[in-house]
């Protein structure tokens, strides 16, 4: 237990379970109050019961701007502030070809991986003026700085947040509130748990673990970062600067 994040409020959508409940441990670890934000009930229920009164699961479907009034709101009223945002939540289509791909694959990913991180963004600014400022961290991918065949949907998702990460910084570090994204690779929970991958293409031949992925979060969200914003942060063993040739 440390006290990077003591005192802080953080709310990470998506943190009922992979990467994003890795994210919910390793703030509580810091002392920051987490409010889980997912759709996932059950899953988001354990993780509250886990860590008692340092988190708090609120249901949240991130492509429902309503819904994000609501709960911002009901982080104030719990735990008196919001200072961290991770607008971690994301989704894939199946693999597929881009002509192959329909109207309804494209919207999911689409509006949860892009518009969710939008939204999650806008409704954070007031909280995060009136304590003077915050730290937002978007979860991209190195996707988003390369393409992968069968994954229009995802690259587009993961490219898109890349600029809403810069633009949002730009608007946001005159109020002091920074903005930054983690580009992970093959990291082994969630949607990369078994995937298929050439692993001897990576510098550091293994898979990511989530608590890694966590460790960077918690750096972008404490004040050890407080001149750090629109950054782009690869945690990737290497796959996306280098390649392993034989
Ligand atoms: N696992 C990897 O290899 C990897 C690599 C790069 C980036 N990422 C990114 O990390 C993030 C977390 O992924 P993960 O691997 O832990 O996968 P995951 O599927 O376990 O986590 C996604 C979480 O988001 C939640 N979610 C999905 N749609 C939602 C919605 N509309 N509203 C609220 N919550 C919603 C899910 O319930 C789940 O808890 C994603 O953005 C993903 O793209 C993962």
């Known amino acids: 237990m440390g006290g990077r994040l003591a005192g802080k409020v953080a ?10 409940a890795a994210i919910v441990r390793a703030f509580v670890s810091q002392g920051a109050r987490v409010v889980i934000a997912d759709r996932a009930e ?4 354990r993780l509250q019961a886990e860590l ?18 609501d709960v911002v709101a009901e982080t ?3 735990f008196g502030a919001l200072d961290i945002l991770v607008n971690n939540a994301g989704t894939v289509h199946a693999l597929k070809p881009v002509d192959k791909v329909t109207d309804a694959e494209w919207d999911m990913v689409l509006s949860v991986g892009l518009t969710g991180a939008f939204y999650g963004t806008r ?5 995060m003026r009136a304590r003077g400022g915050g730290a937002i961290i978007n979860m991209a991918s190195i996707m988003g700085l390369h393409g992968a065949n069968g994954s229009v949907g995802y690259c587009a998702a993961k490219s898109g947040l890349r600029g809403l990460t810069k633009a949002a910084a730009a608007d946001l570090g005159r109020h002091g509130i920074r903005v930054n994204a983690i580009l992970p690779g093959l990291i082994d929970a969630g949607m990369g748990k078994g995937l298929e991958y050439n692993l001897r293409q990576v510098p550091i031949r293994r898979a990511g673990l989530p608590e890694e992925v966590a460790a960077m979060a918690v750096f972008l969200a404490s004040e050890e970062a407080s001149y750090t914003t629109a950054g782009e942060f690869t ?6 600067g280098a390649r392993v040739l034989g």
């Open 52 to 69: 008692c009164e340092m988190a708090r699961f609120l249901r949240l479907d991130v492509t429902r701007s309503e819904q994000w009034a």
């Open 42 to 45: 059950d899953a988001g229920h």
């Open 76 to 78: 104030v009223e719990t």
């Open 11 to 20: 709310l990470v959508t998506g943190g009922a379970g992979g990467i994003g």
């Open 235 to 240: 945690v990737d063993g290497g796959d996306a």
């Open 123 to 127: 409704a954070a600014v007031a909280p």
